[in-house]
C-alpha cells in the first residue's frame, strides 16, 4: 500500500497544491519529528523519528513536484503510472514536436523555436487544467494525461537546454 503523502503533510487529496501551504505544512511538521529533537531518546525511538523525518521528507519531495503528485494520486487509486503507455496520436505528435525542434535548431532559427515554445506552454498550461479536473475527478483519462504532461514538460526541458546551449 502507497503512504498517503497528502495525510503525512496533513493536506486534502488534490492536484492543486497550494505552494506556501506545502511549505508550512512540511516545516511545521519537520520541526516536531525532527531526529535532534529525539537525540536522548532510546534507540528505538531515535529510529522511530529518523524514519517519520524521511518520509515526511519524501511526502514533500513528491507533492511539490506536479509530475510526482499526480502520479501519487493516480497511485493511491491503485494505478501504477509507469505501466501507462502513451497513445500512438501523442507519440506521434512527441516526433512531430522533436523533429521541429532539430529542424529549428539546425537551421540556428531562434523565432521558431521561440514559438514552439510558446505552444508548448499553451499546451502545458491547457493540459495541467485538464489534468487537474481528472485528478480531481476521479476521471479515468487522468492516466492520458499525466504522460502528455511529462511529455510536454520533457519538450520544455529539452527546449531550455537548447537555448541555454546557443
Known amino acids: 500500500m502507497t503512504a498517503d503523502c497528502f495525510a503525512l503533510l496533513g493536506l486534502p487529496r488534490r492536484f492543486a ?8 505544512a512540511y516545516r ?16 528505538a525511538a531515535q529510529a522511530a523519528a529518523l524514519d517519520a523525518a524521511t518520509a515526511l521528507n519524501d511526502a514533500y519531495q513528491t507533492l511539490k513536484d506536479p509530475g510526482r503528485r499526480a502520479a501519487h494520486l493516480l497511485a493511491l487509486r ?11 496520436a501523442l507519440l506521434m505528435q512527441q516526433m512531430d514536436w522533436h523533429e521541429a525542434l532539430d529542424a529549428a535548431r539546425r537551421r ?3 523565432a521558431a523555436l521561440e514559438r514552439l515554445g510558446a505552444e508548448l506552454r499553451t499546451r502545458l498550461y491547457a493540459c495541467t487544467a485538464r489534468l487537474e479536473n481528472a485528478l480531481d475527478g476521479e476521471d479515468a483519462a487522468a492516466g492520458a494525461l499525466l504522460l502528455e504532461f511529462g511529455a510536454l514538460r520533457r519538450l520544455l ?10
Open 17 to 24: 497544491v497550494d505552494r506556501a501551504t506545502l511549505d508550512g
Open 28 to 43: 511545521e511538521r519537520a520541526r516536531a519529528s525532527h531526529p535532534d529533537r529525539h537525540r536522548l531518546a532510546d534507540a
Open 78 to 88: 491503485g494505478i501504477d503510472s509507469s505501466g501507462l503507455r502513451a497513445p500512438a
Open 108 to 110: 540556428g532559427d531562434a
Open 157 to 166: 526541458e529539452r527546449l531550455a537546454d537548447e537555448e541555454v546551449d546557443a
